[in-house]
């Protein structure tokens, strides 16, 4: 299974003193990082789609303008087609990824969600 690894950016490891502030902090970023999740497939899929249309007779579109559309877009639609079900396990790989920064003291650190297909 293909895992896509989304920066969370700097945490305040101050701010998340209970359970209670990493979960409230989680749903903070959740739309942000879903929309990056459809991003990411966005990339993903442009890539795939310049690689089938290289060939004899056949040019990809290497407009940075178009692909920056087509990924953003991607973002938009997975942010607002993704299940509920998918939702609540993403919030919930944020949540973990949070309780582990928090043990650790880390104040950087990634989540890795699995690649919609």
Do not use: C
């Not at 305040?12 to 459809?38: C, F, M, N, W, Y």
């Not at 607002?80 to 003291?105: F, N, P, T």
């Amino acid at each position: 299974m293909k895992t896509i690894k989304i920066p969370l950016g700097h945490i305040d490891l101050s701010s998340l003193k209970t359970d209670e502030d990493v979960q409230r902090l989680a749903s903070d970023l959740l739309p942000t990082l879903i929309r990056k999740v459809g991003e990411a497939v966005g990339e993903q899929m442009w890539e795939s789609i310049q690689r089938a249309f290289t060939g004899p007779g056949l040019s990809a579109n290497s407009s940075l303008s178009d692909k920056r559309e087509f990924v953003t877009e991607a973002g938009r639609n997975y942010q607002r087609g993704i299940s509920a079900r998918d939702r609540k396990g993403i919030e919930e790989e944020i949540v973990g990824r949070l309780r582990k920064l928090r043990e650790s003291g880390e104040h950087e650190g990634a989540v890795e969600l699995p690649s919609p297909e």
